[in-house]
């Protein structure tokens, strides 16, 4: 028997898409397979009276704002004291039990997935002491570093790599996106928002910050089964994870999810072929809220970006969506290189003009990344000098030079300075950048 783990730690608000899709394709195909979410199981141990509170926040929606904060200050600080005492060589909390977990099944090898770098400290201290006791261990994911790769047996890329690792590799079948593994009573959230994912990768791979399709081919899934998991699990809220749809997708699906009669969320790029006639046709089909990569308030730096979008048009796209109902969380980039001071105050000057169309403001601060289109080619970007310092359980740290315009440093200063005027913004609890699930349930 295959084990497949989950280990911590991300956002325990619902269960792993990645073991599910692993762990659907294992037994279509007749693998003796079985899954632990060691996220959630780490989760509920170490802060029951979080869960408690999160699992019916909807009742004490008036307390959400400061527990939801104090959450996010308690777990950053506890995660990062873990992750030291890993990087000392030392195990961290609740280590003994969620080894046991893992050995308990008497697996003869044990697949973790390993979708955020967040999960590679407590992954590696499994990883190690599984080794240890002569348990075979595959990796695979987006999270998988260097360090991961030597510690473990073996690195593989996908579930039919797994397949074959299991000996299955003739006659394979599509398996459904089944849940079943997972005690969907455990996660963070008052009702189960389903992870769903209709698509291999973004359809659009241009922007030059971005690494997450790692140049993979645009696939996108048959909507059938994934409309028959949906109806097996008799959930009625699903949060699509794909990393971008083309409008055309998109509508197709919304036609596949409207007899469900669910409430549903997505990530779309605010291009300017989403009018009202396409949300008024996305709201009935249960389209709650959009995640939209508006990124900044500057066609300059957009430009720059390779985003293939423009102010006015993500303008009339939020005014479209919000006239129609549907909630808009807004993704902004601060200090991309070259960005100015004024281009900045343009994108707050942006975001305050459409503040009647923005739900949630989701800010953060350039950083550069290892394989994106402006790590290659830094100099068409302004970059004069990257820098890269080693550490210890995961990949380098980069910083860099631009000839021009602010430093990382810089940005994060100015947006501390522009606290006030982005919390503003916020109809929800800026927290639900965070738990996004907990947004869906609020709309």
């Known amino acids: 028997m295959i084990l497949l783990v989950y280990p911590p730690f991300c956002t325990p608000a619902s269960p792993p898409y990645s073991i599910a899709k692993l762990y659907s394709a294992l037994k279509a195909n007749g693998a003796e397979a079985k899954a632990v979410d060691l996220n959630i199981e780490f989760?509920?141990?170490?802060?029951?009276?979080?869960?408690?509170?999160?699992?019916?926040?909807?009742?004490?929606?008036?307390?959400?704002?400061?527990?939801?904060?104090?959450?996010?200050?308690?777990?950053?600080?506890?995660?990062?004291?873990?992750?030291?005492?890993?990087?000392?060589?030392?195990?961290?909390?609740?280590?003994?039990?969620?080894?046991?977990?893992?050995?308990?099944?008497?697996?003869?090898?044990?697949?973790?997935?390993?979708?955020?770098?967040?999960?590679?400290?407590?992954?590696?201290?499994?990883?190690?002491?599984?080794?240890?006791?002569?348990?075979?261990?595959?990796?695979?994911?987006?999270?998988?570093?260097?360090?991961?790769?030597?510690?473990?047996?073996?690195?593989?890329?996908?579930?039919?790599?797994?397949?074959?690792f299991c000996g299955k590799k003739e006659n394979l079948k599509e398996g459904m996106i089944d849940f079943s593994a997972f005690n969907l009573n455990d996660y963070f959230t008052p009702s189960v928002v389903l992870p769903m994912k209709t698509s291999s990768t973004c359809y659009y791979q241009q922007c030059a910050f971005c690494t997450h399709h790692n140049k993979s081919k645009y696939l996108e899934f048959p909507l059938s089964p994934i409309v028959e998991a949906i109806?097996?699990?008799?959930?009625?809220?699903?949060?699509?994870?794909?990393?971008?749809?083309?409008?055309?997708?998109?509508?197709?699906?919304?036609?596949?999810?409207?007899?469900?009669?669910?409430?549903?969320?997505?990530?779309?790029?605010?291009?300017k072929g989403y009018d009202a006639e396409t949300f008024r046709i996305l709201g009935e089909s249960g389209l709650k809220a959009v995640v939209w990569g508006v990124e900044s308030g500057s066609d300059r730096i957009l430009t720059l970006m390779k985003k293939g979008t423009n102010a006015k048009d993500v303008k009339s796209v939020l005014k479209a969506a919000h006239d129609n109902g549907i909630k808009n969380i807004c993704y902004i980039m601060f200090g991309f290189p070259t960005e100015t001071k004024e281009e900045f105050l343009q994108t707050i000057e942006f975001l305050k003009r459409n503040s009647e169309n923005i739900d949630l403001a989701s800010t953060s601060v350039f950083g550069l990344q290892k394989g994106t289109p402006i790590y290659e080619t830094p100099s068409a970007f302004g970059i004069t000098k990257i820098i890269e310092t080693e550490r210890t359980l995961l990949g380098p740290s980069i910083k860099y030079e631009a000839s021009r315009g602010l430093s990382q440093?810089?940005?994060?200063?100015?947006?501390?300075?522009?606290?006030?005027?982005?919390?503003?913004?916020?109809?929800?609890?800026?927290?639900?950048?965070?738990f996004r699930e907990h947004l869906l349930l609020s709309v």
């Open 43 to 164: 989760h509920k141990r170490k802060y029951p009276l979080f869960q408690k509170y999160f699992q019916a926040f909807q009742k004490q929606y008036e307390k959400y704002a400061d527990v939801s904060a104090d959450y996010l200050k308690t777990t950053k600080e506890d995660y990062t004291s873990n992750n030291k005492m890993v990087s000392a060589g030392k195990n961290p909390e609740l280590f003994d039990e969620m080894l046991e977990l893992i050995l308990k099944e008497k697996p003869y090898a044990a697949a973790f997935s390993i979708v955020y770098s967040s999960q590679a400290f407590y992954a590696f201290a499994l990883l190690k002491a599984l080794k240890e006791k002569g348990i075979k261990t595959v990796i695979g994911g987006h999270g998988v570093n260097t360090a991961l790769k030597d510690i473990a047996d073996f690195h593989l890329n996908n579930e039919m790599e797994l397949l074959a």
């Open 231 to 271: 109806k097996n699990s008799k959930q009625k809220h699903v949060f699509l994870i794909d990393d971008m749809l083309p409008k055309k997708r998109i509508l197709e699906i919304a036609s596949a999810f409207k007899p469900l009669k669910i409430s549903w969320m997505c990530q779309l790029k605010p291009t």
């Open 409 to 434: 440093e810089d940005a994060e200063e100015l947006r501390k300075n522009y606290r006030k005027t982005l919390d503003k913004l916020n109809k929800y609890p800026k927290a639900m950048n965070f």
